[in-house]
């Protein structure tokens, strides 16, 4: 006969994967994906047993970090356009989804590398990110305070490379200063110019020549099968996992 569960032990079952998802966003951000899951345990002040319960393998659980990151942002996004005006609630949320991702890269690049996920609960989280910053960038344009033309894909883009340049600094305030420099490019009164191509002295970049989606870097066009349009795997993953985001 099967014993009830009491809610007692339901509400320790919260606590204890909360936990379990607390300290494997620190030890992935810290450790990268090797993290075994024995550290991850150890850090949640609960046996291995406890995290496998939860999560019946370490994708599961890489799924669930990622989906509650997603989670938080939404949340900070709808606090944000609950208690500010738009264009400030827009930019604060864009800082804080830079400041809380820029240690995810390493989520990102599983979930990019994996041509299974996204899974139900990412892709529902996916969702509501999408939802509330589309929400927020569009109240912001009609207050004026973001230039029209741009659309969440610009936006996710942005800050995608804001996190990025933000986790290759290690001052962090300068970091800071040059990702408000960005983000301030979506603001009306910011001034766009062309698209340079940079040569070398040996003119080895010309224009017209068939450049990488990611990182602009000249591609060896073939003369049969599809188009290239990303110079290899590394920036071939930077752009599905922009795709997955937004």
Request: hydrophobic share 40%.
């Amino acid at each position: 006969m099967t014993a009830a569960i009491s809610g007692g032990d339901r509400a320790d079952a919260r606590r204890n994967r909360a936990k379990v998802l607390t300290a494997a966003g620190e030890a992935l951000a810290e450790h990268g994906l090797d993290v075994p899951l024995g550290e991850i345990a150890r850090r949640a002040g609960v046996g291995a047993g406890t995290v496998y319960r939860h999560f019946p393998s370490k994708q599961a659980l890489l799924e669930a970090v990622f989906a509650q990151h997603l989670n938080d942002l939404v949340a900070s996004g709808e606090r944000r356009m609950a208690q500010l005006a738009p264009t400030e609630a827009f930019f604060g949320f864009l800082l804080d989804v830079v400041r809380k991702s820029h240690r995810r890269g390493h989520l990102c690049d599983v979930v990019a590398a994996d041509a299974s996920w996204p899974r139900p609960m990412l892709t529902a989280s996916v969702l509501r990110f999408r939802q509330v910053l589309t929400a927020l960038l569009q109240a912001a344009q009609r207050a004026g305070g973001v230039r029209d033309g741009i659309d969440p894909d610009d936006v996710v883009s942005l800050t995608v490379g804001c996190a990025s340049m933000l986790a290759a600094r290690r001052n962090q305030a300068a970091g800071f200063r040059l990702v408000q420099l960005s983000l301030d490019s979506l603001r009306p009164a910011a001034t766009v110019t062309e698209r340079q191509i940079f040569r070398d002295g040996h003119g080895a970049h010309r224009e017209g020549v068939a450049r990488c989606e990611e990182c602009g870097a000249a591609l060896t066009v073939q003369p049969t099968g599809r188009p290239v349009r990303y110079c290899g795997a590394t920036c071939r993953q930077r752009a599905h996992r922009r795709r997955l985001v937004g």
